[in-house]
């Protein structure tokens, strides 16, 4: 099938939704197109051997489900059967055509006779629900006839790869049509072919014999990315069998892509439908061996919440550690996304086995989100120290269906090429986009690729060729506002450089205390204070008790600071020590006997910072740091500590210290940063005469208004 026949038979099959137009939203005409699409080609696939099915079935009755399966479907020669005399053929003897009033039950007793992967799949499609809807709306004859249309005979000769073309092409239609749900399930094309050719690039075995490579995608939806990598293979060597697996929550997109498996005639039961956080469809084989694969890639979502499967996966973290998918930490409960790059990393090929490469989208937030210490600052070192950040490419913001943030590129891999062993490159591919024609919901550029568009520039392939170079520093010249700019495109880093040490700054607390009429006013507001004329006690009569004990002691208390005030109020004590010495005298002398809760309150109140004042020390004679002049600094690891303290804080705070049992290490991958350039304001002549210019426009347009 050439590409204008191809395109022919993609446009006619979606032009039957002209039919749905009313009863179907635009963005609901993928939910009776891609279903129907489906029954009508396994329709076309089983035509030939359905008198020898019907007939088989018929001496197979009482014989265990698994004999019947395989009997049935050695005879159709696909992974799938129907034993309903029923048929789309609308010349046929038993056509879903010849009975309109029973159309609808006719249709369902049609699904009901596949086998029960078919049946699965057009459960999750929930497609019984769009047949009754159909029938209600009087237009499922219409609809079921254009499906019979001749033109679509040619469903019988497509081969499996082709067919898989057409239907991956209505996929995209479909998500294109529906915008905002399209971006949890479906990743732009062109982004899906730059992260297959960033995987696939260094690979050099991919073009020798019949190859076999084994493709995993955790979070498929639709089953896009698998598709992509299957086809650039293939493109490779005809020879080379991928086996592609994936697993997805959602129904829909897991029955398309399922739907997708099963046309190209690949095994759709790797196709798995279950939370690959709380089930995991791939964690032990037939065999118990733990499942690894050649190729990992994924678009998960962004930010979404994991708060669902917090118990599985901190018991996970917690019982199994580095053994299980969490060893390394978990992020913040609103984005959930670094957890299936540890699920993925879980998944990789021991290196003397061959190792993984593994391509996934994120937006911004695991770069940097997290301080020291914390899931995915963790998550990071872990990652980095181990040597399997190999890349992080920027892309152009707008690029998918349902958000403009900016998304990037990881590659992940066990097995880095020499001279990458021990470096991160970070590419920024920002300026490599073109316009969209029509926007698509937040969709509206696209990475230029000439196979999809002739007149777009190579962007995949300039991209592909800056990873494949290596090359710090590598510049490329981009039309911005009309200004030509050469930019830096490529720069090269060490693991270390990612890498920070975040230490507590301290500086002592240096007080004053005075027993002034304000600051003892201050004394009432504190907590400490009021909870002594409290009480938690059921029993009335004892809370009363309690509550009147509390005021009288209160009331000691301000005897005491009023009586010391009668002795030192004018007095200004910056010594702490000199004025507990005198505190302690008066209560002393008044029998008053301050708790430890007590006497905190009194010092919180009667104490106010002063710069002048000496050293609070502790009990040890060390200085007590002031919580409210902590600060914290972030030193590289590639950096001395102590020289970077006395280099950078010691000459603006002398009397500072670090405290050591605070410092931990963090990872962070400020690509902004490294890619920042600074650009200097106009001159102010030009912005000037630049205003003149727009208030000569407005009088001029107000002339001829008032003229």
């Not at 939704?17 to 993928?30: A, I, T």
């Not at 019907?54 to 014989?63: C, N």
């Not at 159709?76 to 048929?87: A, D, K, P, V, Y």
């Not at 006839?145 to 067919?163: R, S």
């Given at each position: 099938m050439n590409g204008e026949t191809h395109s022919q038979l993609v446009n006619f099959i979606w032009g039957i939704c002209n039919l749905l137009r009313g009863p179907y939203k635009r963005n609901e005409y993928r939910k009776v197109i891609l279903p129907l699409t489906v029954l009508r080609r396994f329709d076309c696939q089983l035509a030939p051997s359905k008198k020898a099915v019907l007939q088989e079935f018929q001496t197979l009755k009482g014989k265990p489900?698994?004999?019947?399966?395989?009997?049935?479907?050695?005879?159709?020669?696909?992974?799938?059967?129907?034993?309903?005399?029923?048929?789309?053929?609308?010349?046929?003897?038993?056509?879903?055509?010849?009975?309109?009033?029973?159309?609808?039950?006719?249709?369902?007793?049609?699904?009901?006779?596949?086998?029960?992967?078919?049946?699965?799949?057009?459960?999750?499609?929930?497609?019984?629900?769009?047949?009754?809807?159909?029938?209600?709306?009087?237009?499922?004859?219409?609809?079921?006839?254009?499906?019979?249309?001749?033109?679509?005979?040619?469903?019988?000769?497509?081969?499996?790869?082709?067919?898989?073309?057409?239907?991956?092409?209505?996929?995209?239609?479909?998500?294109?049509?529906?915008?905002?749900?399209?971006?949890?399930?479906f990743t732009p094309r062109e982004v899906i072919k730059l992260m297959v050719n960033l995987l696939l690039a260094p690979e050099e075995d991919l073009g020798t014999g019949h190859v076999v490579k084994t493709i995993y995608d955790p979070a498929c939806g639709t089953g896009g990315m698998l598709s992509v990598a299957e086809e650039y293979i293939r493109q490779l060597n005809t020879q080379a069998k991928p086996q592609l697996f994936g697993q997805d929550f959602n129904d829909e997109a897991w029955a398309v892509c399922k739907s997708d498996m099963l046309i190209k005639g690949e095994d759709a039961d790797n196709i798995i439908r279950e939370d690959t956080f709380t089930k995991d469809g791939f964690d032990r084989d037939g065999d118990g061996n733990k499942w690894t694969f050649d190729y990992m890639l994924a678009n998960p979502p962004f930010g979404v919440e994991w708060r669902?499967?917090?118990?599985?996966?901190?018991?996970?973290?917690?019982?199994?550690?580095?053994?299980?998918?969490?060893?390394?930490?978990?992020?913040?409960?609103?984005?959930?996304?670094?957890?299936?790059?540890?699920?993925?990393?879980?998944?990789?090929?021991?290196?003397?086995?061959?190792?993984?490469?593994?391509?996934?989208?994120?937006?911004?937030?695991?770069?940097?989100?997290?301080?020291?210490?914390?899931?995915?600052?963790?998550?990071?070192?872990?990652?980095?120290?181990?040597?399997?950040?190999?890349a992080v490419v920027a892309l152009p913001e707008q690029l998918f269906y349902n958000t403009g943030i900016s998304t990037y590129i990881w590659v992940v891999t066990n097995r880095k090429e020499p001279q990458r062993k021990g470096q991160v490159q970070l590419i920024d591919a920002r300026n490599f986009w073109v316009q969209m024609e029509k926007s698509l919901g937040n969709k509206r550029r696209r990475i230029g690729d000439p196979q999809d568009k002739p007149k777009d520039p190579d962007h995949i392939a300039e991209i592909t060729r800056i990873f494949t170079n290596f090359t710090d520093g590598e510049t490329r010249t981009f039309s911005i506002n009309d200004k030509e700019k050469e930019l830096v495109v490529s720069k090269t880093f060490d693991n270390d450089d990612f890498g920070y040490h975040k230490i507590t700054v301290e500086r002592p607390l240096r007080l004053n205390f005075q027993a002034s009429e304000e600051r003892m006013t201050l004394l009432e507001e504190l907590a400490a204070f009021k909870n002594l004329a409290s009480s938690k006690k059921k029993n009335e009569t004892i809370r009363q008790q309690e509550i009147a004990a509390g005021k009288a002691r209160q009331q000691q208390i301000r005897d005491l600071l009023a009586a010391f005030a009668d002795t030192h109020g004018d007095t200004l004590f910056k010594d702490?020590?000199?004025?507990?010495?005198?505190?302690?005298?008066?209560?002393?002398?008044?029998?008053?006997?301050?708790?430890?809760?007590?006497?905190?309150?009194?010092?919180?109140?009667?104490?106010?910072?002063?710069?002048?004042?000496?050293?609070?020390?502790?009990?040890?004679?060390?200085?007590?740091?002031?919580?409210d002049l902590r600060d914290t600094e972030s030193v590289p690891l590639k950096e001395s500590i102590e020289v970077y303290f006395r280099r950078e804080v010691l000459p603006h705070v002398p009397d500072a210290w670090i405290d050591h049992s605070k410092t931990k290490v963090g990872y962070e991958i400020p690509l902004n940063r490294h890619f920042y350039r600074y650009e200097p304001p106009r001159e102010l002549a030009v912005i000037e005469a630049e205003i003149k210019g727009l208030e000569s426009e407005i009088l001029d347009l107000l002339r001829e208004v008032t003229a």
């Amino acid at each position: 099938m050439n590409g204008e026949t191809h395109s022919q038979l993609v446009n006619f099959i979606w032009g039957i939704c002209n039919l749905l137009r009313g009863p179907y939203k635009r963005n609901e005409y993928r939910k009776v197109i891609l279903p129907l699409t489906v029954l009508r080609r396994f329709d076309c696939q089983l035509a030939p051997s359905k008198k020898a099915v019907l007939q088989e079935f018929q001496t197979l009755k009482g014989k265990p489900e698994r004999v019947v399966q395989a009997r049935l479907q050695a005879i159709t020669g696909h992974r799938f059967h129907n034993l309903s005399r029923m048929q789309f053929d609308k010349d046929g003897e038993h056509s879903l055509l010849n009975d309109p009033n029973n159309l609808a039950p006719n249709l369902n007793s049609y699904i009901n006779g596949f086998s029960p992967n078919v049946r699965a799949i057009m459960e999750n499609f929930k497609f019984s629900d769009q047949i009754t809807h159909m029938a209600e709306k009087n237009i499922l004859f219409e609809v079921i006839k254009a499906f019979c249309d001749p033109k679509l005979d040619v469903l019988k000769t497509i081969p499996n790869e082709q067919m898989g073309g057409v239907f991956e092409e209505l996929i995209r239609i479909g998500a294109e049509q529906s915008n905002e749900e399209a971006g949890e399930h479906f990743t732009p094309r062109e982004v899906i072919k730059l992260m297959v050719n960033l995987l696939l690039a260094p690979e050099e075995d991919l073009g020798t014999g019949h190859v076999v490579k084994t493709i995993y995608d955790p979070a498929c939806g639709t089953g896009g990315m698998l598709s992509v990598a299957e086809e650039y293979i293939r493109q490779l060597n005809t020879q080379a069998k991928p086996q592609l697996f994936g697993q997805d929550f959602n129904d829909e997109a897991w029955a398309v892509c399922k739907s997708d498996m099963l046309i190209k005639g690949e095994d759709a039961d790797n196709i798995i439908r279950e939370d690959t956080f709380t089930k995991d469809g791939f964690d032990r084989d037939g065999d118990g061996n733990k499942w690894t694969f050649d190729y990992m890639l994924a678009n998960p979502p962004f930010g979404v919440e994991w708060r669902q499967q917090l118990k599985y996966i901190q018991h996970e973290a917690d019982t199994l550690g580095y053994a299980g998918r969490f060893g390394a930490g978990t992020p913040r409960i609103n984005d959930g996304a670094f957890l299936f790059l540890q699920h993925m990393i879980a998944k990789m090929r021991p290196v003397e086995k061959g190792g993984s490469r593994i391509g996934i989208v994120f937006n911004g937030s695991p770069l940097f989100t997290g301080d020291a210490g914390s899931g995915e600052s963790n998550i990071r070192q872990w990652i980095i120290e181990n040597d399997w950040l190999e890349a992080v490419v920027a892309l152009p913001e707008q690029l998918f269906y349902n958000t403009g943030i900016s998304t990037y590129i990881w590659v992940v891999t066990n097995r880095k090429e020499p001279q990458r062993k021990g470096q991160v490159q970070l590419i920024d591919a920002r300026n490599f986009w073109v316009q969209m024609e029509k926007s698509l919901g937040n969709k509206r550029r696209r990475i230029g690729d000439p196979q999809d568009k002739p007149k777009d520039p190579d962007h995949i392939a300039e991209i592909t060729r800056i990873f494949t170079n290596f090359t710090d520093g590598e510049t490329r010249t981009f039309s911005i506002n009309d200004k030509e700019k050469e930019l830096v495109v490529s720069k090269t880093f060490d693991n270390d450089d990612f890498g920070y040490h975040k230490i507590t700054v301290e500086r002592p607390l240096r007080l004053n205390f005075q027993a002034s009429e304000e600051r003892m006013t201050l004394l009432e507001e504190l907590a400490a204070f009021k909870n002594l004329a409290s009480s938690k006690k059921k029993n009335e009569t004892i809370r009363q008790q309690e509550i009147a004990a509390g005021k009288a002691r209160q009331q000691q208390i301000r005897d005491l600071l009023a009586a010391f005030a009668d002795t030192h109020g004018d007095t200004l004590f910056k010594d702490r020590k000199q004025f507990l010495l005198a505190l302690r005298d008066i209560d002393r002398a008044r029998n008053v006997k301050l708790s430890a809760p007590e006497l905190k309150a009194v010092l919180s109140a009667l104490g106010d910072r002063d710069e002048t004042a000496e050293i609070c020390t502790d009990r040890h004679g060390n200085p007590e740091p002031d919580s409210d002049l902590r600060d914290t600094e972030s030193v590289p690891l590639k950096e001395s500590i102590e020289v970077y303290f006395r280099r950078e804080v010691l000459p603006h705070v002398p009397d500072a210290w670090i405290d050591h049992s605070k410092t931990k290490v963090g990872y962070e991958i400020p690509l902004n940063r490294h890619f920042y350039r600074y650009e200097p304001p106009r001159e102010l002549a030009v912005i000037e005469a630049e205003i003149k210019g727009l208030e000569s426009e407005i009088l001029d347009l107000l002339r001829e208004v008032t003229a």
